[in-house]
């Protein structure tokens, strides 16, 4: 059973660009999770998505950054016209069901420059 | 409102020696889940323990333990005998039980071991 897999594991963008980060849960989840980890610091929740719905997007920037779970495919991060600021780890993790523990995948590094 | 606070930014200890984590935290719920995860220099998350705010038992893993105290709301970490590969960032963390969805991570511990 493979664990939660992420891609790319490193992204590189300019300034202006658009960054799109991809997660495929654990099989049989269907909860997924994304983090943000500024350099030096824990993790920040940023959304939390089951098939084809948005749940919580409490801690999602208002503007450029969205997140999707289509009902195929893997859950998609996306940041729009990224700035220096946006350069991070940002790790998916899923769940197959509330109340469980996250199984994290290993990141993508993104770098804005 | 959720917190976790792990006062130790940086420890540094020599291979052998027992070192301990420490982890406070803040919750409203009566029912929550405590984490311990690792975050070696390769970067990936690797999880490490879930523990049941109902469950104050103390819990050994080979050369891992961890302290769980309701009243003083700390779930502390214990390395004994550390060694080298040890080295990395802990991350203890704080999720409803029954809402996990928003799981509140402290800042991290960066642990080295030295040889």
């Known amino acids: 059973n493979a664990g939660v897999m992420q891609n790319p594991r490193h992204l590189v963008r300019r300034r202006g660009q658009e960054a799109r980060l991809r997660c495929s849960p654990m099989?049989?989840?269907?909860?997924v999770y994304w983090y943000r980890q500024l350099p030096e610091e824990g993790l920040k929740f940023m959304v939390y998505l089951q098939k084809e719905n948005i749940i919580d997007e409490s801690g999602m920037p208002k503007e450029r950054f969205s997140a999707e779970f289509p009902k195929e495919g893997p859950s998609i991060l996306r940041i729009q016209q990224v700035v220096r600021g946006d350069s991070a780890a940002y790790f998916c993790?899923?769940?197959?069901?509330?109340?469980?523990?996250?199984?994290f995948g290993p990141g993508t590094r993104l770098t804005v420059t | 409102a959720q917190k976790v606070t792990q006062a130790q930014t940086e420890i540094s200890v020599v291979e052998k020696e027992d070192v301990t984590l420490d982890c406070v935290y803040e919750t409203r719920d009566t029912t929550y889940y405590l984490f311990w995860y690792k975050q070696p220099p390769s970067g990936e998350l690797v999880f490490l323990i879930r523990?049941?705010?109902?469950?104050?038992q103390n819990e050994i893993s080979g050369r891992y333990s961890w302290n769980f105290q309701k009243s003083t709301s700390s779930f502390n970490f214990t390395i004994t005998a550390s060694q080298v590969v040890d080295s990395a960032v802990y991350f203890c963390?704080?999720?409803?039980?029954?809402?996990?969805?928003?799981?509140?991570f402290g800042a991290g511990t960066r642990l080295t071991v030295k040889p």
């Open positions: 523990r049941n705010s109902f469950d104050e």
């Open positions: 099989k049989g989840h269907s909860h």
């Open positions: 963390a704080l999720s409803g039980a029954y809402n996990n969805n928003d799981m509140r």
């Open positions: 993790a899923s769940s197959p069901r509330d109340g469980y523990e996250q199984y």
